[in-house]
Every structure is written in structure tokens, then in C-alpha cells.
């Protein structure tokens, strides 16, 4: 099972948001006391589906650090007929336990969103 899952939800729509592509990314840090970006590897890389869920994004374990997960949310909304706000969300947070299991849900609309640390 991968370390990280997405679950992405249509508010306006009312319904699961597929076919949204989603990429995850390490954030390599310059310094811990200035959180400024060196640099980014790219982990993996998925689109939800029908249910707005990539349940397989990256391995199975993830190192200590910041990681980013970028939801082109512009493809989205092509291929639903909206005209939304946001052409991406970016998620960064920090994994501070290797062991545990990340899930990170989107509540999306045309012209808000939100994100929690989900379960």
C-alpha cells in the first residue's frame, strides 16, 4: 500500500471529482531554519478515479521531510465544462512518521477549496 493517498471531491458538483491528475513531490530544503526550496524530486504521479481517489501514489514508504502534491485542477474543470479560480492546488506538508500512512483529501469548487490530514 502507498505511504500517501488523495481523495478529491466535487463540492459544487456535488460528487467525486475524476480524472484530476495529481503529482507528488519530495521538496528538497536549503535549510530547516529557512524552509526555503533547493530543489524537488518527482515521486509519482496519478489521476483520480471514478470514486476521486488515487489510492496508489508512490511507495510504500516515505523518508522524514516536506513533500508537495500538485492537483491540476484546470484539466478538471476543462473536461467538466467549469470555469474555475485555481488552475492548480498545491498541497505541501511534512511527514514527521515514516510509519504511518498519509491520506490528504480536497474539497474542491470552481472558486474555493480546502484540506485536511485526513485518516
Given at each position: 500500500?502507498?505511504a500517501i493517498?488523495?481523495h478529491?471531491?466535487?463540492a459544487?458538483l456535488?460528487r467525486?471529482?475524476?480524472?484530476v491528475?495529481v503529482?507528488?513531490e519530495?521538496?528538497?530544503l ?14 509519482a ?5 471514478s470514486?476521486g481517489?488515487v ?11 516536506d513533500?508537495r502534491?500538485t492537483?491540476?485542477t484546470?484539466?478538471y474543470?476543462?473536461q467538466?465544462g467549469?470555469?474555475?479560480f ?8 511534512t ?13 474542491l469548487?470552481p ?9
Open positions: 500500500m502507498s493517498t488523495t478529491v471531491l466535487d459544487a456535488g467525486p471529482a475524476a480524472g491528475p503529482q507528488l519530495q521538496l528538497v536549503r535549510g530547516a531554519d529557512t524552509g526555503a526550496v533547493e530543489g524537488v524530486a518527482s515521486t504521479t496519478g489521476v483520480t478515479n470514486d481517489r489510492g496508489s501514489l508512490g511507495p510504500d514508504h516515505l523518508e522524514r521531510g513533500y502534491l492537483f491540476d484546470a484539466a474543470f476543462r467538466t467549469q470555469t474555475g485555481y488552475p492548480t492546488i498545491t498541497v505541501t506538508f511527514v514527521t512518521d515514516p510509519a504511518r500512512h498519509h491520506h490528504v483529501p480536497v474539497l469548487s472558486y474555493a477549496y480546502s484540506t485536511y490530514q485526513g485518516s
